[in-house]
């Protein structure tokens, strides 16, 4: 089927920037929109991002919007997400996954990665 693996994530100061990584391999990868989530302790698991695997669809959180990008590189079958003017309400672990269409919502989404920790101290 679909594996999805992050990386990318660790410790950066409030105000700074973070690109995570996502790396796709299946026999069907192509059809795929992918997309960013992510959960904080105690917290049910958040839409951040997606886009389409052409590029041609992206949405954000309103709580994303202007400082997250997310991007995808067809070649190396990997999507990212810039992260930029981090606070402290973006720390949590942010989880790639891919889904038949663009979406929001976390039950569109068929398979996910092991998740990547992102800290941002306050």
């Known amino acids: 089927q679909v594996q999805l693996a992050e990386s990318g994530g660790g410790l950066v100061q409030a105000g700074g920037s973070l690109r995570l990584s996502c790396a796709a391999s299946g026999r069907t990868v192509s059809s795929y929109a992918m997309g960013w989530f992510r959960q904080a302790p105690g917290k049910e698991r958040e839409f951040v991002a997606t886009t389409s695997w052409s590029g041609g669809v992206r949405l954000y959180a309103d709580s994303v919007k202007g400082r997250f990008t997310i991007s995808r590189d067809k070649a190396k079958s990997t999507v990212y997400l810039e992260m930029n003017s981090l606070k402290a309400d973006d720390t949590a672990v942010y989880f790639c996954?891919?889904?038949?269409?663009?979406?929001?919502?976390?039950?569109?989404?068929?398979?996910w990665g092991q998740g990547t920790q992102v800290n941002v101290p306050a």
């Open positions: 996954a891919a889904s038949p269409v663009p979406s929001e919502a976390v039950g569109a989404y068929e398979h």
